[in-house]
Structure formats: C-alpha cells, structure tokens
C-alpha cells in the first residue's frame, strides 16, 4: 500500500489535501495507463486552461464563468500534451464561430480527426467527463457552476489562493516520463502542495478564506495557523450545511433515507456515496426537523453544499444538542464489531468528560448484528450513559414520531431502555424488522 493510499484510507490528512497531490502529479500515459496514448497533466491543465481562458474571455469584454462543461469534455480532455495556451486559442475560435452552444458535429470532427483520438460513441464523452471532474472536486479547488446545458467548471472562491499558488508553482509544468511505475508512486507522493509547504503561501490562503466569510483577522489569529484554519473550514462547513438545509424538504430527505434502507427501489437525487450520504442526510433531517443550533457535522463540504469527504479521523461524525452520532453502511458483522465500537464509546467518554454533561449517543446503520447490540448494552451500563444502535428504518421512524426534539429525545431514550431490559436477540429482532 502506498503513503497516499494509507493516509486516505486511515484518514490521517485532509483528504482535500492527499486528492491535490494525486491530481497535480497525474500523468496520462503514465506507467500505470500504458493503453493511453496522450501525454498530458490534466489536472493542470485544466486549472492553467481555466485560468488563461477567464482572462482572454475578460479581454473580449465577456463575464467569465469558467470553462462549460463540454468544452471540458472535448478540448481539455482531448489535450494530447501540456498546450494548455493551444488549447484556450482552439476554445476562444469555438465560441467565436459557434458562441456557447454546444454544436456536436463539430466535437465530433475536433477530437476524432483533428485530434485523430480513438473513436467513442458521443454519449459517452459525458460519462468520461462526470468521473473525471468528480475526481478533481475531491481537491475542493474546482466547483461545477449552472445547470442543464450551461454547467461551467471553474475555481472556488473559498480555495482560490490554493489555485493561485498551484498556478505559480507549476507554471512551467510538462510532462515526465516514467520508467515503471514504483518510480510514478514515488513522484506522486513527493508531490509539494505551496499551501502546506510555505508559511507565507498559507497565510495567505487563510487569509483569503477569512475574506471569503466577511470574518477580519488580527495578528495574534496567526498565532497557530492550524487552529486558525481548522477554524475558518468550520465556519464554511457550517455555512454550507445551513444553506444545504434551508433548501431542502423533510419530506424528500426521509424518501432519500428510505432508499439507503432498502424500504424504496427510486434513484436518488445525490450523486454521492453510499456512507457519505447517510451521514449527510441525518444531519439535514435533523437540521430541517428541530434547527441548526447546536448541529456540528464534520464533513468537508464545498460551495455547492455537497459533502465531498469526511474530516481526518478522530472526530465524532455529528453532533446535535446532546446527541452524539455515527452513521455507517458497513453490513459486515465483523467490520461493524470492529469499526463501530470501541471508538464510539471513546468519542462518548472523552465528549462527556470535556463537556462534563450527560450526552446521548446513537449509532445508525443499515442492519445491526448482536456483537455490536451486546458491546453497546454493555458501555450503556458501564458509563451509565444512553447509547444504543438502530438502522436506518428505526431512525426514519423516530424522526416521524418526534414532532418536537424534546421527543425525539424521549423517544430515543426507549430505545436505550428497550436495549437495557430486554435480551440482546429480542433488541435486534425488532430494530431490524422493517
């Protein structure tokens, strides 16, 4: 396993952070993609091709937005090598002949015989383009912007001194050649991000998220940058969960929850993975439910309000009021056992001693196995704390039997009870039954 895959997997960085190194590093035609006859840096190409184009867009006396999504698809990802400037010139005539529209025959002719690429059906260009950019949003530099036919990628305002500092790091950017792929490995994880590698270029950054949130800074703030910005993310984190619940419906988030339950066969809305959605999802039910005071969710979130990864390892996935909460899509028995037990009764007893109040803990999953019911029978009688587990479908129907949180606590409380007095079996026969 290499350092990246470790640090993503156990969480140790922000995963904002180990997604950039990976995509500034990314080589078409590396080692590892041998089938791939380009040799092109995408990722920076995409940012050098954004940047240059806003200005020559600005230049014409046009608001510029960014790139549209399927000049991203066509002439970004058809780059064959690192003219990101070639690349902006052949966009600039594009919208000079055809405007913004999209005009099919000509990508068509652009990228299977100017560019001479292997021939694909159109339709799947949109998929290629989804899995790309999907990837580059897990950096939290890039947003999608728009909707329908007018979706445009460009950079987020919150991180745009990351990109600044990208672009002048890697300014004269090419591409490398690799003679195996341990030698690939080792240049991706040696990669130097200018915002954890320079103290002024991080300043700055900091600088520019506290401008983004209206928030002035003194010079003692810089005392310890870490604190500092771990405390300026949160601040946006919350200010996206906000909006996210503002917008939404309690009606529609409980139909979302039924689909991870297995109670309904629709298609959800979110383009999001299973465990990250659950998670999403109880804090915005909860929010739109009872309120946002008091609601912590830590998920990194970006502009549009959707969660893009977890936090580094270490926190409690949500808070609320008293209530302590962790969500998970893992059915396997020993995974469960194993991943969702010991550090929850951690979470709870270090929560507790900080906050010197009782706290009510919950865990949500989609099926509840007899180890982990028996592990939290137990903590509720050696902490003399309300923990208990439910699935998925239990919390649906909490949520619709608690008109006001103050039932909701009661509520929940119960199902402590339920857990303390009755054998363990009888306990997950009935929160599992749907």
């Not at 969480?11 to 040799?39: A, E, Q």
């Not at 995408?42 to 000049?71: C, H, M, P, R, S």
């Not at 270090?350 to 939290?376: C, G, P």
């Amino acid at each position: 396993m290499t350092n990246l895959a470790f640090e993503l997997i156990n969480r140790k960085s922000y995963i904002t952070d180990i997604y950039s190194k990976i995509m500034v590093g990314l080589h078409f035609g590396n080692p590892t993609r041998k089938s791939t006859l380009n040799k092109a840096r995408v990722f920076l190409n995409t940012i050098f091709v954004i940047d240059l184009l806003k200005k020559e867009w600005e230049k014409l006396g046009n608001e510029a937005k960014g790139i549209l999504k399927y000049e991203f698809k066509s002439f970004v990802l058809g780059m064959k090598d690192c003219d990101y400037k070639k690349c902006v010139k052949d966009i600039l005539e594009y919208r000079k002949n055809y405007g913004l529209k999209e005009n099919e025959e000509y990508i068509n002719d652009y990228l299977f015989n100017k560019l001479d690429l292997k021939k694909i059906k159109y339709e799947s260009l949109n998929y290629y383009a989804d899995e790309v950019f999907r990837k580059f949003e897990m950096t939290g530099l890039l947003i999608a912007r728009g909707k329908f036919k007018h979706i445009y990628y460009d950079f987020s305002n919150f991180n745009y001194k990351k990109i600044e500092s990208l672009l002048n790091a890697y300014e004269n950017y090419d591409f490398k050649e690799f003679s195996n792929t341990e030698e690939y490995i080792n240049f991706l994880e040696n990669i130097k991000l200018p915002w954890l590698d320079n103290y002024e270029v991080r300043k700055e950054v900091i600088k520019q998220k506290a401008k983004n949130l209206n928030i002035k800074l003194k010079d003692s703030d810089f005392e310890n940058l870490n604190i500092l910005e771990e405390s300026l993310n949160q601040k946006f984190y919350n200010k996206a969960l906000k909006t996210a619940i503002l917008q939404s419906d309690i009606n529609e988030l409980l139909e979302e929850l039924k689909i991870l339950a297995s109670l309904s066969n629709a298609k959800s809305k979110y383009d999001i993975p299973e465990p990250l959605r659950l998670e999403y999802l109880l804090a915005l039910i909860l929010g739109k439910k009872y309120g946002i005071k008091k609601l912590y969710s830590n998920l990194i979130y970006n502009e549009n309000s959707i969660p893009l990864s977890y936090a580094p390892a270490g926190k409690i996935d949500l808070e609320y009021q008293d209530f302590l909460f962790e969500a998970t899509m893992i059915r396997n028995r020993n995974q469960q056992l194993n991943s969702e037990t010991t550090s929850i009764a951690r979470h709870m007893k270090e929560s507790k001693d900080k906050r010197q109040e009782d706290l009510r803990t919950m865990l949500v999953a989609h099926y509840i196995h007899w180890d982990v019911a028996l592990f939290f029978k137990f903590c509720a009688k050696e902490f003399e704390s309300k923990i208990a587990p439910i699935t998925i479908s239990k919390f649906i129907e909490l949520i619709e039997n608690s008109p006001n949180f103050i039932d909701f606590q009661i509520n929940f409380d119960n199902f402590v009870k339920q857990l303390l007095i009755e054998q363990t079996q009888n306990y997950i026969d009935s929160i599992n039954c749907n």
